[in-house]
């Protein structure tokens, strides 16, 4: 296995193992930085497919927090803060136990819940970031897709491209 290549996220969660309350809502601790298969991605200009929705469009969470929710591996999850509100996956997290944490890499899903705000230093804050988690049936859109969605990016018809 290369850097490039994630490496496979085992399905580790046992709901009925767990003595844990079911919730619809899950208050979180939203952290955010740099991935390297994200960075792989953008190095091979992958930002548009989707392994690179697999990447950085993902909420790598606690398993207890996981089965709280009643989610699994690559099941859609809303995150909401105050600035924003994002679908993205669920996946356990390698770094767990981290109960009431999420981790989702920087970038286009994790910028829009992410406070705009610099206090004067050029680099909003992407850690310590109250948040809520709740399952979703929505589906986690592709880069392109969520740049339509958020910022009207991209919706000029130029021409249709595979």
Sequence with gaps: MTYIDKPSISNVIKFDELNVAKVDQLK??????TDIYQ???KKRGSTLKDEYRKVAGVAYMDPKDMAKLGVGNWDSVLVKSDWGAVVVYSAHSRDAPHEGMIFIPKGPWANV???NETYC???PTYKGIEATVEKSDKEVLLMADLMKEVYQKYTKKVKEVD
Aim: charged fraction near 5%; include cysteine.
């Design 28 to 33: 979180v601790m939203l952290n955010t930085g």
């Design 39 to 41: 960075g792989a991605c």
């Design 113 to 115: 819940i992410v406070s």
């Design 121 to 123: 230093c050029s680099d």
